[in-house]
């Protein structure tokens, strides 16, 4: 007997999660065992993000070191979403606005030189490389006027949307500010003004703890939309990711490399994406109290379909607590 | 030169779309010519959706026509996300509870006996006939007195996240309000605030028409998140989906069948979801002059990745005026 189905509230984010073990045991039509997108082996004459062909990318922004072999570039995206070069005719949608230009900045930041390695394979100093690389290049984005918000993710294998193997992560700088964004604010507005507290400063972690560092905390989240959804949450108050220092960077660094490993370990090197949840670029002295940065880490098991897309709600076939008590005693090589 | 890219709202959804023409050339080390997800054929013996197979399915709640041979079948869903047997112990989130039992409804509706018809396949007495099924069994979920949601939606193809490809719909019947349609029944209620009108009814159709029948329009909407996404929406006001006559389902029936008929034809049968946005079960009269239904349908063609999935924000490759302008002439068979 599954235990009976449960709906949750993210109240961090005002959304609800449906959390239903029986939904895991349906058939498929469609189930194949093989891996259908194996991640393409070595391409180091072909691809543009190996060492050695530097000159097939779009400019770079920095390199990090910056003299001798590179461990970590910033770079433009050849396809970007956003256009660096049009004006940005204002952005503002608050009136009845409903088009802008599509000013903005859209980044690559490719974690390693070499084709094969991924990003949970690098030694925890090198994950620091590339956490620092992120806060480089968001607080040179965050210097320019027009910008809002700024969205850093790292999609990693085809089902997660990835089109390059290589192993990296993506920077967009937005004129607007997206939904989830503030509705994230309104929610932990109101937390705040019931209980005089942040929401992240008080999460509660009970059976919901994974693991914990110096700084940080990896948690299931209360309401996870996805099996294994983890958070990476900093025990000190923080609005903005760009905040870390070169300490707590190393500390993070240690904590997203474990996390990783153990999802790589656990579920067999599943396809996941990784989104840093910011603030604002600019948050008033009164919210400042109550906004607070986290990561948070979506393995892609399954394909989303109409109830999703349609509600906002997802369908979680894993209690949050079982994730976390698998999770905590995985073995890492 | 591609046109250069420009952020859009969506002032029903409250959302924003990247529409980005560049990023349709963008390189892939994944893609791959073959479909990766061919429809199984025939299962007549094992699939239960078959005529048949009824033996192998849930418990049945309805079928069409009753007597003789069935053409649409209403069944329960045997392995369902919500509960019907569980207590509803309030789902009331509005203080600060953020759990609830999973009491609910989830339900399959067959939309043909056969294994190999598609729903565009059907004529459109048929497509009246499936919706007019989900008609009746809306209206007996809407009757239920801790219902606060229906959301009626259909996946097609394994991309689209359907596991059985016998085509077929769901329909699931949520003790809360989803956050969307939370959303959209504030973004409504801002527009008549401002307008006097129902944003629906006097929605801009301009260069995103598609089609046009006795009571509807198709139309490319002017933020869609998706390339190809196509609205179809009822001329005539109507808070519910399921106020829907047989007259107007004949007539709707027709245009969804042209509408998925053409996208098959451009897009080469692509996977994708339709979703019924529909409005709360309970409307009170004050939001009445201001809430419409209509039906949102996404040809899936690409993955998303994590920008998506942190900000709600999509990129899309195709404006819609270019998405209408090709459907507005594509032939039929
Ligand atoms: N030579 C070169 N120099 C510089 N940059 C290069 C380059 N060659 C390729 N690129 C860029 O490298 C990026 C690689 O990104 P990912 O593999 O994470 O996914 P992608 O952005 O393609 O799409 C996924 O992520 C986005 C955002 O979430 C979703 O919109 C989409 O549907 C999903 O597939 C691409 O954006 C591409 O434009
Ligand atoms: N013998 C039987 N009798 C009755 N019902 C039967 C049955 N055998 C199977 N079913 C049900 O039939 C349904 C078929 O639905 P779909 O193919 O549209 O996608 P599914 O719901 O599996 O998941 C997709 O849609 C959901 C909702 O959007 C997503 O959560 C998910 O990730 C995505 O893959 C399933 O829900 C299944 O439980």
Redesign the interface.
């Known amino acids: 007997m599954s235990p009976?189905?449960?709906?949750?509230?993210d109240?961090v984010n005002?959304?609800?999660v449906?959390?239903?073990p029986?939904?895991s045991?349906?058939?498929?039509?469609?189930?194949s065992k093989s891996n259908?997108?194996p991640n393409?082996s070595s391409?180091s004459t072909t691809?543009p993000f190996c060492a050695g062909n530097e000159h097939q990318c779009a400019p770079e922004i920095f390199r990090s070191p910056e003299h001798g072999r590179w461990k970590v570039r910033c770079i433009e995206n050849?396809?970007?979403?956003?256009?660096r070069d049009?004006n940005n005719e204002g952005?503002d949608?608050s009136g009845?606005?409903?088009?802008?230009?599509?000013f903005?900045f859209h980044d690559v930041i490719i974690e390693t030189p070499e084709h094969e390695v991924k990003l949970s394979s690098l030694d925890k100093e090198g994950v620091k490389d590339v956490l620092l690389a992120y806060k480089k290049r968001v607080a040179q984005l965050c210097a320019v006027d027009a910008i809002r918000?700024v969205?850093v993710?790292?999609?990693h294998g085809?089902?997660?949307?990835?089109?390059?193997?290589h192993s990296h992560s993506?920077i967009?700088a937005?004129?607007?500010l997206?939904?989830?964004?503030s509705?994230r604010l309104d929610s932990m507005k109101q937390y705040h003004n019931?209980t005089g507290k942040c929401i992240l400063c008080d999460i509660q972690t009970d059976q919901l703890l994974i693991d914990k560092s110096t700084h940080f905390i990896s948690i299931a989240p209360?309401?996870s939309t996805f099996a294994f959804e983890t958070w990476i949450v900093p025990c000190y108050h923080s609005s903005h990711f760009h905040e870390l220092d070169e300490d707590k960077a190393i500390d993070l660094g240690g904590l997203l490399k474990l996390t990783l490993q153990k999802l790589s370990v656990q579920l067999n090197d599943p396809p996941y994406?990784?989104?840093?949840?910011t603030s604002p670029v600019k948050v008033t002295p009164a919210e400042s109290p109550y906004t607070h940065w986290y990561i948070?880490i979506?393995p892609q098991l399954?394909?989303?379909?109409?109830?999703e897309?349609?509600?906002?709600?997802y369908?979680n076939p894993v209690f949050p607590e079982d994730a976390a008590k698998i999770l905590r005693v995985v073995e890492v090589p």
Chains 1, 2 share one sequence.
């Open positions: 009976t189905p449960e709906i949750r509230k109240t005002n959304s609800f449906i959390l239903s029986t939904r045991k349906r058939p498929s039509d469609f189930k259908p997108n393409p391409q691809c050849l396809y970007p979403a956003l256009s049009v952005g949608f009845s606005g409903v088009v802008t230009s599509g903005g918000y969205q993710f790292k999609n085809a089902s997660a949307g990835a089109s390059m193997s993506q967009l937005l004129p607007v997206p939904t989830t964004a509705t019931q209360f309401a994406n990784l989104m840093i949840h948070q979506v399954s394909t989303i379909g109409g109830f897309m349609g509600t906002g709600c369908i």
